[in-house]
């Protein structure tokens, strides 16, 4: 280890309380996990802003309370610039991710199966979690910093045909919609898909189930982004407004899979049901702050054996595959960069809704480049 490693200093956009959510970050130093043979540390260079780093740092789900101050943020790309003597898949000076999340047992049936984001001992997350496999804990920092230090069997390379910033938010935001549109067979057994929730994971599952094949229809609450949602490749769009059952007729039955990535309060659940065929399944990736699922009537199951599921971020190897995805259909993520500094800004913009489709924090004195 050199001089330099030993005294990087890890600094970032820590979130205090509840209100940081309103632009009260402050920029502070903070201690890494004790790095382990088997971590990596990576030079930040940019890091997509997520709708849950938001819940978290409003502790809108109510599980973050006690884990002030946070540094948030992960969908994290940067330069490898320190390998643990047992990594093999990455070396100092290749440029590598990580999504939401960061650790995992490893041991566990599901780790084995290569299903880490479902490890029966409950997953690490890149933030506001601790560790316990290694440098037990500690508590895991994100990216809205200089700095990410963490496991590399959840650091992946990212691959030359993608630009580094587009790539930062599909570690996670892409991946969790491309892996349930992948299990549930857009394009192929599900050839009509609907989108509900037009935002970061939206518009990538409106990109992904167009190149997969799939007709989609985007299910959005405004008319704001009907246009968008035509240039992302959408062939219909159907906007729910403040009466949905009236936007939903003569549409039922007409999808055979709905990715649900809006974190509406109260969604309206039977509602979307009723515009999936017989046997088509409706999964659940967004995370409302308020309404857990309302009562679906039985009838909306029964009469037409439909199904309700929920989905978590992606596998390393999901995350892989999404990458390998993007890159040979040249999927273009609509990423809109803001430098690192001016986090708090982003945030705010981002909690009005204003994204077109994710903000990325840019890292300029680790590479990072403002423009494509
Ligand atoms: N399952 C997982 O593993 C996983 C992973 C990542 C994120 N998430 C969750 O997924 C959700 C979406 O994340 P994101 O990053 O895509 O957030 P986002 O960019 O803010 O998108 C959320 C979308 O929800 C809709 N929406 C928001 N507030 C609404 C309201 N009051 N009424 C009606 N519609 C509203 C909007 O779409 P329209 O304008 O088109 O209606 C908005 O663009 C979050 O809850 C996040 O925590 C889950
Ligand atoms: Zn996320
Ligand atoms: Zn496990």
Same mark, same amino acid.
């Given at each position: 280890?050199?001089?330099?490693?030993?005294?990087?200093?890890? *600094?970032?956009?820590?979130?205090?309380? &509840?209100?940081?959510?309103? !632009?009260?970050?402050?920029?502070? &130093?903070? &201690?890494?996990? *004790?790095?382990?043979?088997?971590?990596?540390?990576?030079?930040?260079? %940019?890091?997509?802003?997520?709708?849950?780093?938001?819940?978290?740092?409003?502790? !809108?789900?109510?599980?973050?309370?006690?884990? %002030?101050?946070?540094?948030?943020?992960?969908?994290?790309?940067?330069?490898?610039?320190?390998?643990?003597?047992?990594?093999?898949?990455?070396? *100092?000076?290749?440029?590598?991710?990580?999504?939401?999340? #960061?650790?995992?047992?490893?041991?566990?049936?599901?780790?084995?199966?290569? @299903? @880490?984001?479902? #490890?029966?001992?409950?997953?690490?997350?890149? %933030?506001?979690?601790?560790?316990?496999?290694?440098?037990?804990?500690?508590?895991?920092?994100?990216?809205?910093?200089?700095?990410?230090?963490?496991?590399?069997?959840?650091?992946?390379?990212?691959?030359?045909?993608?630009? $580094?910033?587009?790539?930062?938010?599909?570690?996670?935001?892409?991946?969790?919609?491309?892996? $349930?549109?992948?299990?549930?067979?857009?394009?192929?057994?599900?050839?009509?898909?609907?989108?509900?929730?037009?935002?970061?994971?939206?518009?990538?599952?409106?990109?992904?189930?167009?190149?997969?094949?799939?007709?989609?229809?985007?299910?959005?609450?405004?008319?704001?982004?009907? @246009?968008?949602?035509?240039?992302? !490749?959408?062939? =219909?769009?159907?906007?729910?407004?403040?009466?949905?059952?009236?936007?939903?007729?003569?549409? @039922?039955?007409?999808?055979?899979?709905?990715?649900?990535?809006?974190?509406?309060?109260?969604?309206?659940?039977?509602?979307?049901?009723?515009?999936?065929?017989?046997? !088509?399944?409706?999964?659940?990736?967004?995370?409302?702050?308020?309404?857990?699922?309302?009562?679906?009537?039985?009838?909306?199951?029964?009469?037409?054996?439909?199904?309700?599921?929920?989905?978590?971020?992606?596998?390393?190897?999901?995350?892989?595959? #999404?990458?390998?995805?993007?890159?040979?259909?040249?999927? =273009?993520?609509?990423?809109?960069?803001?430098?690192? =500094?001016?986090?708090?800004?982003?945030?705010?913009?981002?909690?009005?809704?204003?994204?077109?489709?994710?903000?990325?924090?840019?890292? &300029?004195?680790?590479?990072?480049?403002?423009?494509?």
């Amino acid at each position: 280890m050199s001089t330099t490693q030993t005294q990087r200093k890890f *600094e970032g956009w820590a979130a205090m309380d &509840e209100n940081s959510v309103k !632009g009260q970050m402050k920029w502070t &130093e903070y &201690e890494p996990k *004790e790095f382990a043979d088997d971590d990596v540390e990576l030079e930040v260079q %940019y890091c997509g802003i997520c709708g849950s780093d938001l819940h978290t740092m409003s502790n !809108g789900w109510g599980s973050a309370k006690d884990m %002030y101050p946070q540094v948030v943020g992960h969908e994290i790309v940067g330069k490898v610039v320190r390998v643990g003597k047992d990594v093999k898949h990455l070396k *100092e000076g290749d440029v590598a991710g990580v999504g939401a999340q #960061c650790d995992s047992c490893l041991e566990c049936d599901s780790c084995k199966k290569g @299903e @880490e984001n479902y #490890c029966s001992k409950g997953i690490v997350g890149t %933030y506001c979690a601790k560790f316990s496999r290694t440098s037990s804990g500690s508590k895991s920092y994100g990216g809205y910093a200089n700095f990410w230090r963490g496991p590399a069997h959840f650091t992946l390379p990212i691959p030359s045909n993608i630009d $580094p910033a587009e790539a930062a938010p599909m570690m996670c935001g892409g991946v969790t919609v491309f892996a $349930p549109l992948k299990q549930y067979g857009a394009g192929t057994t599900a050839k009509d898909v609907g989108v509900v929730g037009i935002g970061g994971l939206g518009h990538f599952a409106v990109l992904f189930a167009t190149a997969m094949g799939a007709n989609v229809t985007a299910i959005s609450h405004s008319h704001k982004k009907d @246009e968008d949602a035509k240039k992302l !490749g959408a062939k =219909k769009v159907i906007v729910t407004g403040d009466d949905v059952k009236a936007a939903f007729k003569g549409h @039922e039955r007409s999808l055979d899979l709905i990715i649900v990535s809006s974190n509406a309060p109260n969604m309206p659940f039977d509602a979307y049901l009723s515009l999936l065929r017989p046997h !088509g399944h409706l999964v659940i990736v967004g995370v409302a702050e308020e309404g857990s699922l309302p009562n679906v009537h039985p009838f909306n199951l029964i009469m037409s054996n439909v199904h309700i599921s929920g989905s978590l971020i992606g596998s390393v190897k999901d995350i892989a595959e #999404c990458l390998k995805f993007a890159g040979d259909h040249n999927i =273009k993520a609509w990423v809109k960069r803001y430098p690192m =500094k001016d986090a708090n800004e982003a945030v705010v913009s981002m909690k009005a809704g204003d994204a077109r489709y994710r903000y990325v924090l840019v890292n &300029e004195e680790h590479g990072g480049k403002m423009n494509a």
